[in-house]
């Protein structure tokens, strides 16, 4: 049980190139999140996603795109990256079952710098 | 709308005394309230949650919280810490009441460095 991956863990782009960040859970969850993590800023919800097919805009959406084929996958896009879009980011998944207020699992995180 | 305060980006304490790290909320209804550690250079893990009932959680690594209804606040404790609890922590809420957001709103993160 391998809990949440991300791929790649590090990563440097060049300002307007683009890539994709895997990430991906084998707990079943229906739901994954993306997060960017700023010093100073905490965690802040890029997009996320209630199910295979399903996303949804976060807090913080704007350069980023997102997709879930398949349910144990989540993907985050960037078209055209930019140095504000350096950062560290999480990818989290989680059950949504009532009343039982389920705790997300976060993988190990992405570290991206954008030159 | 839900949000969570944590009114102290940082807290030092001596190895062997008790600490707390402050947490407070807001939601229209009842909430889930949760904390999560994060150790450098790690993704954040689930320390401990509530959900109903009794006000103290206990949770991982010896930590506890107190969840206080009048004071909107689950404010973390553990009663001696140590070295090994220097890390960041993070307090998250969401609103359990019909119509209520399914996503947990995050704090800042408190940074926690006990010395020995």
């Known amino acids: 049980n391998a809990g949440v991956t991300q791929t790649p863990k590090f990563r440097v782009l060049k300002t307007g190139q683009s890539m994709t960040l895997l990430c991906a859970q084998d707990?079943?969850?229906?739901?994954m999140y993306w997060y960017r993590q700023d010093p100073g800023m905490g965690l802040r919800l890029i997009h996320y996603?209630?199910?295979?097919?399903?996303?949804a805009k976060g807090e913080v959406p704007d350069g980023y795109n997102v997709s879930r084929l398949k349910k144990q996958n989540f993907l985050l896009g960037l078209e055209s990256a930019a140095p504000s879009q350096t950062s560290v980011y999480f990818c989290?998944?989680?059950?949504?079952?009532?009343?039982?207020?389920?705790?997300?699992?976060f993988g190990p995180g992405t570290r991206l710098t954008v030159l | 709308a839900q949000s969570v305060a944590q009114p102290e980006d940082q807290v030092n304490v001596a190895e062997g005394n008790p600490l707390t790290v402050k947490c407070t909320y807001s939601?229209?209804?009842?909430?889930?309230l949760f904390w999560y550690v994060q150790y450098p250079n790690r993704g954040l893990q689930f320390l401990l949650k509530?959900?109903?009932?009794?006000?103290l959680v206990k949770g991982s690594y010896g930590f506890e919280a107190e969840f206080n209804k009048s004071q909107t606040s689950f404010h973390l404790k553990k009663p001696s810490a140590l070295v090994s609890d220097s890390a960041l922590y993070f307090c998250?809420?969401?609103?359990?009441?019909?119509?209520?957001?399914?996503?947990?709103?995050f704090g800042r993160g408190t940074s926690l460095i006990v010395h020995p």
């Open positions: 989290a998944s989680s059950y949504l079952r009532e009343p039982f207020g389920d705790e997300q699992f």
């Open positions: 707990m079943n969850h229906e739901y």
């Open positions: 996603s209630v199910g295979e097919g399903t996303t």
């Open positions: 939601v229209s209804g009842n909430p889930y």
């Open positions: 509530y959900i109903t009932g009794d006000n």
């Open positions: 998250a809420v969401r609103d359990r009441s019909w119509g209520g957001s399914y996503i947990p709103t």
